[in-house]
């Protein structure tokens, strides 16, 4: 398939990113599906753009008749086989756990149309193994976005060992097509590039506060004055979500062995439910509007 014939986008999954991605299409005129299992899910997603793209056009990044527009180009949606019917890119960012994904695939193909494109958002997990569980190793390939998507340049654009060169092309091309700058990855190895170096820092962050080495705000400090980023090791966890991260670092630690072991601080964050900003606390508390305190 080639750019011009992509018109529908289908987004799988409406947290954070799924939300996010779909926006992000939407800017760039698809007409996109954005479907959740559940109606409250789809509905939070489909919030969340509105208020994005209406932060977007208050800070005078798009237009407000853009913003409007985009947003009528979404459709939100729970029925998954209406969501991917027309579809010519399936973008799919469900919950990082294997089976889910792999669920939500053999679904997939059932419902979705011969010539459509599958690409995950996958953070970590084999490319490969995912496309296995499907009709078409060929046209599945990794399309991973950052957080917050609107506002993060970068997509890693993933090869699995199946991935012919039209789908990575035209993923790469899609990317380009969005206003983002595409990184092609060539191994299918945990984490990629990106989360290969930064899911281990926010481990190690964890570690220095678990071991009472030092205060969050003494690390965020540093992370923001000392290594030049824009994000403390804490914040950035809690802008992607805990629960992501210790994901990430399970199939790591997994995969690539112990230098990968999660913190337990993580662990505890996920059990309480304190999953960052998106659940209202995660290292810092952001009920009471006041967010991260960083120096
Ligand atoms: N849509 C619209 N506006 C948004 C937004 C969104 N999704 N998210 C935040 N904003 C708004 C804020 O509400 C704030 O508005 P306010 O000033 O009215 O309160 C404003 O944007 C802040 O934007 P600024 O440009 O003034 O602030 P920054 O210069 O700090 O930029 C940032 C914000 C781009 C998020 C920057 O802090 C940053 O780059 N952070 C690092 C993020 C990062 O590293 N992400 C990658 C994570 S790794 C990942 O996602 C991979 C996964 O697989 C784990």
């Not at 289908?10 to 698809?30: D, F, K, S, T």
């Not at 007409?31 to 932060?55: A, M, P």
């Not at 072991?261 to 304190?274: F, H, I, T």
């Amino acid at each position: 398939m080639e750019l011009d014939e992509v018109e529908t986008i289908a987004v799988l999954g409406a947290g954070n990113m799924g939300h996010g991605i779909a926006e992000v299409a939407a800017l760039a005129g698809y007409t996109v599906n954005l479907r959740d299992i559940k109606e409250e899910f789809v509905q939070n997603g489909y919030d969340s753009i509105e208020w994005s793209l209406n932060k977007l056009a208050e800070k005078e990044r798009i237009g407000a008749d853009e913003a409007e527009a985009a947003l009528d180009r979404v459709t939100p949606l729970v029925d998954l086989g209406e969501a991917v019917a027309d579809a010519d890119v399936v973008i799919e960012a469900v919950p990082e756990k294997m089976d889910i994904k792999k669920e939500v695939y053999g679904e997939v193909e059932e419902h979705a149309p011969d010539r459509a494109v599958f690409a995950t958002n996958t953070s970590s997990l084999s490319i490969t193994e995912l496309s296995e569980v499907t009709d078409r190793p060929e046209q599945f390939c990794g399309m991973h976005f950052f957080n917050p998507p609107v506002r993060m340049d970068l997509v890693e654009v993933i090869s699995g060992a199946h991935s012919s060169d039209e789908t990575l092309d035209l993923i790469t091309e899609l990317a380009e097509s969005m206003d983002k700058t595409p990184v092609r990855v060539r191994k299918d190895s945990p984490g990629f590039i990106v989360n290969r170096i930064l899911v281990p820092q926010m481990n190690e962050a964890a570690w220095i506060l678990h071991e009472d080495a030092a205060t969050m705000s003494e690390v965020d400090s540093t992370s923001k004055y000392g290594l030049g980023l824009p994000m403390g090791a804490f914040e950035l966890a809690d802008q992607v979500g805990i629960d992501v991260g210790y994901h990430v670092l399970e199939y790591m630690h997994e995969t690539l062995g112990d230098a990968y072991e999660p913190c337990p601080l993580l662990a505890e964050k996920v059990e309480e439910g304190n999953l960052g900003k998106k659940s209202g606390k995660g290292f810092y508390d952001y009920e009471d509007g006041e967010g991260a305190q960083v120096p």
